[in-house]
């Protein structure tokens, strides 16, 4: 027998089975599913989309050209800078005093080019000297030759005429003494031409010698003037100036610090030019070529969707870029699908909001290929 209870709760259960409810709710899930399937790939038929994309804009490195300790600091992190404004400034003692001898060094340099001028001239005054010697010595040689000749004709003369007794014996004994008297006079001025012609030789030797130090002080003399000029460049080292107009990072130097020449010490941040670095695996980029539009979503702005258009795709892979790039051929090799970086720069460069991106942010990237 059955209770009361029993039969009431019979017809409950029976409802219960037949509410449509679930039914509804099950359908129109897998009809907005289906929808939204379907729409996701139409889209992709024609789009390629990507969320490994940031922001990207021009870095102006703040590097020092020369060593030392910094005196001074006139920025601060985040603070805009005009092109030409003073960043930082370097003690310049050391170096103002490395100026003041390179320029001394500079002056005796040329000190011993003037020596070395005067001593050339004066020897070049010898060399006159000597050239005139040597002419008055060929003159009066030839002019005793001239004496030789004669007084030897007439002492042939004298002999022949002491033979037939025609003169005395002291006429005869004259015309050899004055035929030996030029001869010995012909000898003394060759001897003579013979010491100003070496004596000549001597002082072109000290022309040669005096112009081979003229020839090394000039060279002393360029080789300081390149000191002073190298000297006077690192003294302008010391001021450290922004190269660009924008916006300084963080400043992680401090008065009395010491740095390195070459170090990056910060940077400053441009803000006339921003523009999207989309990371596209490498089965995405078939269908992808320059000139494409591209829709950009800013994390940041989300309401916000800005016109832009591919211009470039990179070289090569961003793994071949990195600090240490994988080596297939050694060890065991796992296939990775690589990701090519690609450009997309913004139509509207006087968009107010770009201004507000900032290098690093987030972005969604879609590729329309059609």
């Keep these: 027998m059955e209770t009361k209870e029993q039969v009431s709760e019979q017809p409950k259960e029976a409802r219960k089975k037949k509410s449509p409810v679930f039914f ?3 359908i129109a899930m897998l ?3 289906g929808y939204f399937s379907i729409t996701r790939y139409i889209h992709s038929k024609s789009h390629e989309e990507t969320d490994d994309a940031q922001v990207e804009a021009n870095l102006s490195p703040v590097i ?3 060593s030392g300790y910094i005196s001074e600091v006139r920025v601060k992190d985040n603070q805009f800078v005009h092109k030409g404004d003073t960043l930082l400034i370097l003690d310049k003692r050391d170096l103002k005093l490395a100026l003041e001898q390179a320029e001394a060094a500079l002056g005796t340099a040329r000190s011993n080019l003037a020596s070395s001028q005067a001593s050339t001239a004066a020897t070049n005054t010898n060399i006159g000297t000597a050239n005139a010697a040597i002419a008055t010595a060929d003159a009066q040689i030839e002019a005793a030759k001239v004496n030789v000749w004669r007084t030897s004709e007439d002492f042939k003369r004298y002999e022949n005429l002491i ?3 025609s003169i005395t014996q002291q006429q005869y004994e004259q015309a050899l003494a004055a035929k030996q008297t030029a001869e010995k006079q012909l000898q ?3 001897a003579q ?5 070496a004596q000549t030789s001597v002082v ?4 040669s010698a005096s112009a081979e130090q003229a020839s090394i002080a000039r060279s002393s003399i360029t080789q300081r003037e390149v000191e002073v000029e190298n000297a006077k460049l690192n003294l302008g080292y010391t001021i450290i100036t922004a190269a660009e107009s924008g916006v300084v990072s963080k400043v992680p130097v401090q008065v009395g610090q010491f740095i390195q020449a070459g170090a ?3 940077s400053v941040v441009l803000n006339d030019d921003k523009w999207v670095i989309a990371n596209f695996k490498e089965t995405q980029v078939s269908k992808m070529v320059e000139g494409q539009k591209v829709s950009v979503k800013v994390d940041a702005f989300p309401k916000k969707e800005f016109d832009a258009v591919l211009t470039s795709f990179s070289p090569a892979t961003g793994a071949r870029f990195a600090l240490l790039p994988p080596d297939n051929a050694s060890g065991n090799f796992v296939k990775v699908v690589q990701r090519l970086p690609v450009k997309i720069e913004f139509n509207d460069k006087n968009d107010s909001l770009l201004k507000k991106l900032r290098p690093g942010m987030n972005v969604v990237v879609d590729v329309h290929l059609n």
Excluded: E, M, P
């Design 204 to 207: 072109k030797g000290q022309v």
């Design 264 to 266: 990056q010490l910060f």
């Design 193 to 197: 031409k013979n010491q100003a012609t």
């Design 64 to 66: 020092s050209k020369i």
């Design 24 to 26: 509804i709710i099950l």
């Design 31 to 33: 009809i907005v599913g």
């Design 163 to 165: 033979k037939d007794h």
């Design 188 to 190: 003394v001025l060759i």
